[in-house]
């Protein structure tokens, strides 16, 4: 079993949908939870970071954190066709340090 | 955010040379880089930490005889694939932590070997 689940995809969607992306984990010592960005051949975009359990929202970007259930989301509202990336969620104990990243999801937003 | 600059952005080239790829933080001092590798359609895997003024710390598996890991300064880490060979082409991402909390990505370098 890996030690953080996501599902690849690829997930496709009409512009202005509501989109949720998850990621299941198994190490329930992870403290911190990003979600990343990256479009072809580019580096991730931090886009969400959150320490601990909660929510946490920034413009269309909300995350959530359930570490009761080692489960976390990223939700996008009113998603845009420059919003088709891969995202990825990474997790770890200690902030920065050894991060380990989900598989990606491939989303594409259809006009 | 922070920002951390990784050059090349791509390269080509024959086997058995070496490559050395370059990351810089510019507008904060790191003294922790971390160098990740991503083959297509897959995530990113660590390769090691680079600690300035001290060895790399290498992940399981990674050939630390491969893959030299230089830290010479508080903005500059170097990674060095020596004797590439075609297995060894791949995305290779630099990142930089400027808190020790948020980690940022370069722009990758995708290296091919011939």
């Known amino acids: 079993q890996k030690e953080v689940e996501q599902d690849p995809g690829p997930l496709s969607v009409p512009e202005g949908a509501i989109v949720s992306l998850n990621c299941t984990y198994s190490n329930s010592a992870f403290q911190y939870f990003m979600w990343y960005r990256q479009y072809s051949r580019k580096g991730p975009e931090l886009l969400m970071y959150?320490?601990?359990?909660g929510n946490k929202e920034d413009g269309r970007f909300t995350a959530q954190v359930d570490k009761s259930s080692k489960y976390i989301s990223l939700f996008i509202r009113d998603s845009q066709p420059s919003d088709s990336a891969t995202y990825l969620c990474?997790?770890?104990?200690?902030?920065?340090?050894?991060?380990?990243f989900g598989q990606g999801t491939r989303l594409t937003i259809n006009p | 955010g922070a920002v951390v600059s990784q050059h090349p952005s791509r390269v080509i080239c024959k086997s058995g040379t070496s490559v050395k790829i370059e990351c810089r933080s510019l507008?904060?001092?790191?003294?922790?880089m971390f160098w990740y590798r991503q083959f297509p359609k897959q995530s990113l895997m660590l390769m090691a930490t680079s600690n300035e003024g001290s060895k790399a710390t290498y992940e399981q598996g990674v050939e630390k005889d491969k893959f030299l890991i230089n830290h010479a300064s508080l903005t500059l880490s170097t990674l060095t694939v020596t004797s590439a060979h075609p297995e060894d082409s791949s995305f290779y991402i630099c990142?930089?932590?400027?808190?020790?909390?948020?980690?940022?990505f370069g722009s990758g370098t995708q290296l091919s070997v011939l």
């Open positions: 990142s930089a932590s400027k808190t020790g909390e948020k980690l940022f």
């Open positions: 507008d904060f001092q790191a003294t922790t």
């Open positions: 990474a997790m770890s104990e200690q902030g920065a340090q050894k991060l380990v």
């Open positions: 959150t320490y601990s359990s």
